[in-house]
């Protein structure tokens, strides 16, 4: 596969994993004020699909890249530093979807601060992925 | 492939327009699932509540993103020296973000107005011509990341 297709693919990832992120975060607004139950619902189904074709495409096309790419390296720091963030947000997003389904599942949607801080830090996590990527720290 | 590392001063402007561009597909899926959503239901209360949800992300996400990621790029263009380029992807980019923006405009003005008549029960003319420009707004997003990606010449 060509580095132009890899890299589509990856930041096709990248982006369908951010919109994960961005229906959880719309979902969490949405129940706040409680007039929105509705929407945060619609919401959750598609936000369960992108996560992990997301999630599952980013690692695959990144580690692909960096094996095909020449002067990447898989124990450079930037890209040891995006992994560990990657499964640090597979793990809160994980956990902030499943309560989602759990919880539409029983007709009981709703959002307390503790599950807006997790938001907020996943929201962080994966700022701080794509900071890494585009200025690569220590790269040369 | 050989490696590829941008200089420095080049990385904020690309963050920046990075940024922008993810939050405004993130911002128009939302947009487009509570529509699709609104337009299916058959009960009229929710179906307005989903046109008023998803008016106002049109207003307060998808526009404010929309901003962000194009003076990302005018800036990331200035920086690289490609504000005169011919290059294919960028006219691509700038298309995608120009025509799109037009259609983002109309899609907030009419899905603002289709939100209050909304109030009278069902989902609106004016928020289903808002949901078909969010979806063909998506299809043209994925066609910008492809030409910004794979850069063809």
């Known amino acids: ?140 | 492939m050989i490696l590829m590392i941008r200089p420095d001063t080049w990385n904020l402007p690309v963050l920046v327009h990075v940024a922008g561009a993810m939050a405004l597909v993130a911002s128009v899926t939302v947009v487009a699932v509570v529509f699709v959503t609104g337009w299916r239901t058959s009960d009229p209360g929710a179906a307005a509540a989903l046109q008023r949800f998803g008016a106002r992300t049109l207003l307060f996400a998808v526009l404010p993103s929309f901003l962000v990621m194009r003076i990302g790029a005018e800036w990331a263009l200035s920086k690289e020296n490609l504000s005169n380029s011919n290059a294919s992807w960028i006219g691509i980019g700038f298309g995608v973000a120009d025509f799109g923006g037009l259609l983002m405009l109309i899609a907030i003005i009419i899905a603002n107005i289709g939100a209050r008549r909304a109030r009278e029960g069902g989902m609106s003319v004016l928020t289903k011509i808002a949901t078909a420009i969010s979806l063909l707004l998506l299809v043209g997003y994925v066609i910008a990341i492809w030409a910004m990606t794979s850069k063809p010449s």
């Open chain 1, 1 to 140: 596969m060509s580095y132009g297709t890899l890299l589509f693919l990856h930041v096709l990832s990248a982006f369908a994993l951010v919109t994960s992120v961005g229906m959880l975060v719309a979902i969490a607004l949405a129940l706040r004020g409680g007039r929105y139950t509705g929407a945060a619902s619609s919401l959750v189904p598609l936000a369960g699909v992108l996560a992990p074709i997301g999630g599952l495409g980013t690692i695959i096309f990144g580690i692909w890249l960096a094996v095909h790419v020449s002067g990447y390296s898989l124990t450079n720091g930037w890209i040891i530093a995006a992994i560990v963030l990657w499964f640090v947000g597979l793990g809160l997003g994980g956990q902030i979807g499943a309560g989602y389904r759990r919880a539409r599942a029983d007709g009981t949607l709703a959002v307390d601060s503790t599950t807006l801080m997790t938001h907020l830090l996943l929201v962080l996590i994966v700022a701080a992925i794509l900071i890494d990527m585009i200025y690569k720290p220590g790269a040369s």
